[in-house]
């Protein structure tokens, strides 16, 4: 099944409304749970997190480090799923991400990667449809592309 860009940025921000950001608790619960879900089930990638490669769940939960990044994972895929419909903003956002993150030297494919750590995150809080998974795998695809571009045109890793 084929989906416009209009239908994917609808289900991917309708994904969200339960993951919203914010200073509340259940809003910093919300980031700070996605990366208790990727401490847990990819523990080969705590790595990218100097100081805390041996963090559990139970350490990330107690952590104001991954209270603060769990906010901003939350507002970087609330953006991607906002201005999905305006490919030249996402475009620029993207390069943006990958400009920030290259003093991490991560392995490029973890680009694709990251869409099914947050969409199995979304998915193990009950608050993913099937059509939504989707759509975010759709939108990762679009996403990993342009990383993979800007990385080849920046005389990066990339993947071919």
């Known amino acids: 099944m084929s989906m416009s860009r209009q ?17 509340e608790a259940k809003n910093v619960d919300n980031g700070n749970g996605f990366y208790q879900y990727f401490f847990t089930n990819f523990p080969d990638l705590r790595v990218y997190f100097k100081g805390a490669e041996k963090y559990t769940a139970e350490d990330v939960k107690k952590s104001e480090r991954f209270d603060k990044q769990g906010q901003r994972i939350l507002l970087a895929c609330h953006l991607i799923a906002n201005v999905y419909t305006n490919e030249e903003v996402f475009k620029a956002y993207v390069r943006e991400t990958v ?5 991490y030297k991560m392995d490029p494919a973890l680009w694709m990667a990251f869409f099914t750590v947050f969409t ?3 998915g193990s809080t009950g608050s993913l449809t099937d059509q939504q998974k989707a759509a975010w795998m759709a939108l990762g695809k679009e996403f990993n592309a342009e990383c993979q571009e800007h990385l080849k045109n920046s005389n990066l890793p990339y993947v071919h």
Not at 7 to 23: A, F, H, P, R, Y
Not at 99 to 103: G, P, Q, T, Y
């Open 99 to 103: 400009n920030r993150h290259r003093i």
């Open 120 to 122: 199995g995150y979304l």
């Open 7 to 23: 239908e994917i940025q609808d289900l991917c921000v309708k994904s969200l409304e339960e993951k919203m950001v914010g200073t």
